[in-house]
């Protein structure tokens, strides 16, 4: 049973949310409701702490990523997992496999469910039993074709009251958009006109959490997501959650406050879970979902994607040296999840404040002649700005200015993943990238979205034969990046939390030191940016310390010679 303190802090927050609107009887009905959800459920799991290190990585792939016509797509992912990827991920991030009626699975009809082609709960339950699954809540919004929106027409429950409307008289003048199309649908509804919001797409409606039982049927779906072996939670367009008139819509009070009764009612339940915000916003507005240490227990690190990605095409480490100079530690407990490719693009927001218009430019044509689509999103002048380039990661580094015919693109490739996988935080690894797959350009000229250029879905024999056959490129940069996972986790001065301090070489060289928590081992992580051969001042202490991903290192009159694009982690043990 939850103490008074403790139930205290639930009522807090929900009175810091609703204490304009609800009565203080109708807040502390609220309250109790939470608190018998949490009281249930502690009383039929025991404790179960989760311990985060630096073996903690993570996968991220639909459902259907790896598919086969024998069985469910999960259980033939699951087969695959144990037999390539087992020892080198402790955690799956499944990407939404509810059922969806568009966005790739994200416009959700129903979270109870899975996708009957994709497999039933028991799948993610067996899975659970050895390995941490991370699932999507899509918070904001839900389909307009599922059960929810279905029930709102009919006033009827559960749906009645779920969605937001707004009347002519709400100001969205200086509201913040992700996306290009028409924001509120006008509808005519229970005798009055009334206008839908509708911030990621058509299909997708946004939920009105002023009604206090769409927070509340939210935390019974988080608790259902647990009991059926989910303990990471990805908030998905978490930022965009309250709105209010004549505000930007986006980061608002409320939303935080929502976040931290979330972290509040997963600190109190007996499994240990972890809440993951994504925001793919200006770095100043990601980071303040940490809170203090009691919102987020982990951030998406935003702005490394594009800085990483710019500074291998311009072999310039000048923007990434002063991004990392400037990147405050994270707190124990709290950390930084690190990627550079995931379901969606490259994110081009985060770079709002570290790239200027001209560099930025010059970094969108480079990434257009590498065959780059864009997505964009309205502004307050009835223009449009780009949100983000829509490319795989090979695609993006396979050319630059200094390297138009792509030689070194294998190299820039590994590289850029082995800074991710030992910069502070942990590392999400997006499952085409394993395998350096292309811009799946049949199934964009298909479907017409952006987004599918990264979303390609393996056959399970076509991937197996490519990893069988150690000449072909999939297996070539799939050994070259699981060689470096079985690495990186062996070492404690990569643990999440490990110190970590920017180390300025000039502007062909990134590089930063990694202490492990206890001072016992410490890691310099270098690498050269650029297709010539780099030469840097180095300290005799140095010389004897072991690169333990490549050969012994070059020492020449007192500097430390790179090849083009090479990387080293030099370790002191």
């Given at each position: 049973m939850l103490s008074q303190k403790d139930q205290k802090k639930i009522g807090s927050k929900l009175s810091n949310i609703y204490k304009s609107s609800l009565s203080k009887k109708d807040l502390y009905h609220l309250k109790d409701e939470i608190?018998?959800?949490?009281?249930?459920f502690n009383k039929k799991n025991k404790k179960k702490k989760k311990d985060i290190s630096e073996k903690t990585s993570l996968i991220i792939s639909y459902g259907d990523s790896v598919y086969s016509s024998q069985k469910g797509s999960i259980k033939v992912f699951h087969d695959f997992f144990r037999k390539n990827l087992n020892s080198y991920f402790d955690s799956i991030h499944f990407l939404p496999f509810y059922p969806s009626s568009s966005d790739?699975?994200?416009?959700v009809k129903d979270h109870y469910k899975i996708e009957n082609r994709l497999g039933n709960w028991s799948d993610i339950k067996k899975i659970s039993k050895s390995n941490n699954i991370m699932a999507d809540m899509v918070i904001n919004h839900s389909s307009a074709r599922g059960l929810w929106f279905k029930n709102f027409l009919k006033n009827k429950r559960p749906g009645k009251d779920y969605f937001l409307t707004v009347n002519s008289k709400f100001n969205i003048s200086k509201v913040v958009r992700p996306r290009d199309h028409k924001l509120l649908k006008k509808i005519n509804i229970f005798k009055k006109t009334d206008y839908l919001w509708r911030t990621f797409s058509p299909d997708q409606i946004d939920l009105n959490f002023k009604n206090p039982s769409v927070l509340l049927r939210f935390v019974k779906i988080m608790i259902h997501l647990i009991n059926n072996g989910v303990t990471i939670f990805r908030l998905d367009a978490i930022a965009y959650l309250w709105k209010e008139s004549a505000t930007s819509c986006i980061n608002l009070k409320q939303t935080h406050e929502i976040i931290k009764l979330l972290r509040i009612i997963t600190n109190f339940i007996n499994i240990k879970t972890i809440i993951i915000t994504e925001t793919n916003l200006p770095e100043k507005e990601n980071l303040s979902y940490f809170g203090n240490n009691d919102e987020a227990n982990w951030i998406y690190n935003f702005s490394l994607p594009p800085l990483l990605i710019h500074g291998f095409l311009f072999?310039?480490?000048?923007?990434?040296n002063k991004w990392s100079k400037n990147l405050p530690s994270t707190k124990y407990g709290n950390s930084y999840l690190n990627f550079i490719a995931s379901h969606d693009g490259i994110g081009i927001r985060p770079t709002e404040g570290i790239l200027n218009k001209e560099i930025l430019s010059k970094f969108i044509k480079r990434l257009k002649k590498n065959g780059s689509k864009f997505s964009f999103r309205k502004i307050q002048n009835k223009s449009k700005k780009i949100y983000e380039a829509n490319i795989t990661v090979i695609n993006a580094?396979?050319?630059?200015d200094y390297d138009q015919k792509g030689v070194f693109f294998l190299e820039r490739y590994i590289s850029a993943h082995a800074i991710m996988m030992s910069f502070e935080g942990i590392p999400?690894?997006?499952?085409?990238?394993l395998f350096g797959t292309s811009n799946d350009e049949a199934k964009f000229v298909i479907t017409g979205n952006n987004r599918d250029v990264n979303r390609y879905k393996w056959n399970l024999d076509n991937i197996s034969k490519k990893l069988i056959n150690k000449k072909s490129k999939q297996s070539i940069i799939f050994n070259k990046l699981i060689n470096l996972f079985a690495i990186r986790r062996k070492q404690k001065a990569f643990h999440p939390n490990a110190l970590r301090y920017?180390?300025?070489?000039?502007?062909?060289?990134?590089?930063?030191?990694?202490?492990?928590?206890?001072k016992k081992q410490t890691i310099i992580c270098i690498t050269n940016l650029s297709s010539t051969v780099q030469k840097i001042p180095f300290k005799k202490l140095y010389y004897d310390w072991k690169n333990i991903i490549g050969p012994k290192i070059r020492i020449e009159k007192k500097t430390l010679i790179l090849e083009p694009f090479e990387t080293i982690w030099l370790t002191n043990k």
């Open positions: 608190i018998h959800i949490i009281n249930i790739s699975g994200f416009a072999e310039n480490s000048a923007y990434l580094l396979k050319k630059s999400a690894m997006y499952f085409n990238s920017n180390i300025n070489f000039g502007s062909k060289i990134f590089a930063f030191k990694r202490v492990s928590i206890d």
